[in-house]
């Protein structure tokens, strides 16, 4: 079975962030346990948990953008409403599939999902950070003049 790896690209350099988006990344792992060994049930479980945490995790990192005072807060607010619906609305249809077809599903769902969130959303506030010393530049990561 292949484990997800958290990759330093994924790196904001703010706890808080990183501590989540390495949880969520860690439930994804899980969801591809759970395929691999062919527990529909467990699969659920692990998906529902992801969406759970994923919910705090946005109220977290809203909350910081506030308190940073970073301007596209609204937009990133309705970037996580759409691949939360999203992502509910992927994992409702892996029920109605038939058995045989879930497995290798699941694992997609639940890993588009973390790279939606943290690759294609929070990425974008890499450059801010460091603008705002919030972060620094780490290896692969370009300072902003």
């Given amino acids: 079975m292949q484990k997800y790896e958290w990759q330093g690209i994924y790196e904001l350099s703010v706890p808080e962030l990183d501590g989540d988006h390495k949880t969520m990344l860690e439930i994804v792992n899980l969801v591809a346990q759970a395929a691999h060994a062919g527990n529909r049930e467990k699969c659920n479980k692990e998906l529902s948990r992801l969406l759970e945490f994923s919910l705090s995790h946005f109220s977290r990192e ?55 969130e943290v690759i294609g959303g929070d990425m974008k506030i890499k450059s801010f950070l460091i603008e705002r010393g919030i972060a620094t530049p780490k290896d692969g990561m370009m300072s902003v003049s």
């Fill in 62 to 116: 809203e909350q910081l953008f506030d308190a940073w005072g970073y301007g596209e807060a609204d937009v990133h607010r309705q970037h996580h409403a759409g691949i939360y619906q999203k992502a509910l609305d992927n994992f409702r249809k892996l029920d109605t599939l038939p058995e045989n077809e879930t497995n290798a599903r699941y694992c997609d769902e639940a890993l588009a999902y973390f790279i939606d």
